[in-house]
């Protein structure tokens, strides 16, 4: 029987593209997990590796860094970080929008076997917000500088062009962040215990 996920780490080698064949996959994975069919895994895991190996999909190569994270009871491996983070880190270099935000989120936190890296995390959510648009990491860029994390880049003017762009591309917790913390500079600095975790309370 084939070796499952750890088979993914040689994904390193390749070079990467796009397609939508990981959609397929993931969803034999989660049905598979759902009804404790381990060949239904097994199928979905082909499937990614086929997407990554053959197609070049920048999808599949994320997708395979998630399941390498997360592990898996059922087909009997445990969580694999650092292969992971090889994957994350890879898919980083060549600007694939998703890694940025995630590689960025575990910078800002220090979290996942990275260590906490503020200014790194900045130039990612800024990278993600000016190559491709992404209004998560207009309001994450937004943040960093308004509450400097990292010392001298506090600009006004840069701060609220990307709060801005956060709000009318509706991202949560963006208008509540600019009235609060922006417009009444609000002497107490916003200091989570975790940045992802604040994030997800946002909008509820």
Do not use: C
């Not at 397609?19 to 598979?32: E, F, K, N, T």
């Not at 906490?116 to 992404?134: D, I, M, P, Q, T």
């Not at 309001?139 to 609220?160: W, Y």
């Amino acid at each position: 029987m084939m070796k499952q996920i750890p088979l993914l780490i040689i994904l390193l080698s390749l070079d990467i593209g796009a397609s939508p064949l990981s959609d397929g996959a993931l969803r034999l994975i989660q049905i598979g997990n759902e009804i404790g069919s381990r060949d239904v895994v097994l199928r979905g895991q082909s499937l990614l590796l086929k997407g990554a190996f053959d197609l070049n999909d920048f999808d599949a190569m994320y997708e395979a860094s998630k399941q390498l994270r997360r592990g898996s009871e059922l087909m009997g491996y445990p969580p694999q970080e650092r292969e992971a983070n090889e994957i994350l880190i890879k898919l980083v270099r060549r600007s694939y929008d998703t890694a940025l935000y995630e590689y960025a989120m575990f910078l800002l936190d220090g979290d996942n076997g990275f260590i906490k890296n503020e200014f790194l995390a900045l130039n990612l959510f800024e990278e993600s917000f000016k190559v491709h648009g992404n209004p998560n990491s207009a309001m994450m860029a937004a943040i960093i500088r308004n509450e400097s994390l990292v010392p001298g880049t506090k600009k006004i003017h840069h701060i609220d062009e990307l709060i801005t762009f956060a709000i009318l591309n509706k991202v949560a917790g963006a208008k509540a962040y600019q009235a609060k913390y922006i417009e009444k500079d609000y002497l107490s600095d916003l200091a989570p215990e975790s940045w992802r975790d604040w994030i997800k309370t946002q909008g509820l």
